[in-house]
């Protein structure tokens, strides 16, 4: 192979090992030629000829060339399966140690970039201050609450504050998941709420527990969990926007839960009752719990409303009632 064989090959052959692109050209002539002067090298390279020296003392640093023997004017290149190895290994430690000081990069940037950030999103962290914050916005409602109601909780809701609310001209509406109706009484008590304004739902799962409050703020947890460690309160901003429309989309998923009935239509509604909580995907279990009769007594029924519907399965069944304004 000639000195001049690498001229025209195609560039960025040794991108990979950081080189500069005067430093792959050289290396890659010198590899093409037994012995190489710095007068051959600048020629080659249209350098001047001490400019060709500082490029081969470069490349000896990286290892890729070594002068001939003793002959202190010409240069050999280096094994490439050794020299270029060895380039690459201290690359990748290299790599390595910068993608290590990233974290430390991304403290600097939030440094500059937090104090914009804080206005926006803020951590409540401790039961009782999240608690007292809950409590907080409530008060400060003046349109809307939105509520996803899922595990886990850290207080029992306030059925005044609630009535308070809605007394005061605040609509509320919230998602339940089934985790949460899931106590004895729990599906009464929301009933009762209801009765008195509130409009809720039921769904079998839930992405989060969640509360909107009017466009101004939401509250959610940091991580899920079976404990509520810390929140995040979102204030005005496009996530607040989103969490809406995440809500939005919810609810008009979800299974609407009626208001308890007058004690005279308490027999006559509880084909109602059955039906919503099927539609949420309640087991026979569980419905058994929240009425308080037997499984078998819920299996009964739950033959009796199907049959009624002419549904073939429960899923059928929420359905066709859904469509007969049953729910």
């Known amino acids: 192979m000639t000195p001049h064989a690498f001229r025209t090959a195609p560039g960025g052959l040794l991108d990979g090992l950081g080189l500069p692109e005067a430093e792959q050209s050289a290396y890659l002539r010198v590899l093409a030629a037994p012995h190489c002067t710095p007068a051959q090298l600048a020629d080659q390279l249209s350098v001047t000829e001490r400019r060709a020296e500082r490029i081969l003392v470069a490349l000896a640093s990286y290892g890729l060339v070594h002068r001939a023997g003793r002959d202190p004017v010409r240069w050999s290149a280096a094994a490439p399966d050794v020299a270029v190895e060895a380039l690459l290994l201290r690359r990748e430690e290299e790599l390595c140690r910068t993608r290590g000081r990233v974290g430390e990069l991304m403290r600097a940037y939030r440094r500059v970039q937090q104090p914009q950030a804080d206005d926006l999103v803020e951590v409540v962290t401790g039961q009782a201050a999240i608690a007292d914050r809950w409590r907080q916005l409530q008060d400060g409602a003046r349109r809307q609450l939105l509520l996803f109601d899922k595990p886990p909780h850290i207080a029992r809701a306030d ?169």
Do not use: N
């Open 159 to 327: 059925v005044d504050l609630e009535r308070s609310l809605i007394a005061r001209g605040v609509r509320i509406r919230a998602v339940y998941e089934a985790g949460s109706v899931g106590a004895p009484g729990r599906l009464a008590e929301i009933r009762d709420v209801v009765g008195a304004g509130e409009e809720a739902r039921l769904l079998p799962e839930l992405p989060c527990k969640l509360a909107v409050v009017d466009d101004r703020w939401a509250m959610l947890p940091v991580a899920a969990g079976s404990e509520l460690r810390a929140a995040l309160l979102v204030r005005a901003s496009s996530l607040l926007d989103a969490l809406t429309g995440m809500f939005e989309a919810y609810w008009h998923r979800a299974v609407r839960v009626p208001g308890a009935p007058p004690p005279e239509r308490a027999a006559a509604d509880r084909r109602a009752e059955l039906l919503t909580l099927l539609s949420a995907g309640f087991t026979d279990d569980s419905i058994a719990r929240q009425l308080g009769v037997s499984t078998r007594t819920v299996q009964r029924w739950v033959r009796e409303v199907m049959d009624a519907l002419g549904a073939r399965t429960r899923f059928q069944a929420g359905i066709q009632a859904a469509r007969a304004g049953l729910l």
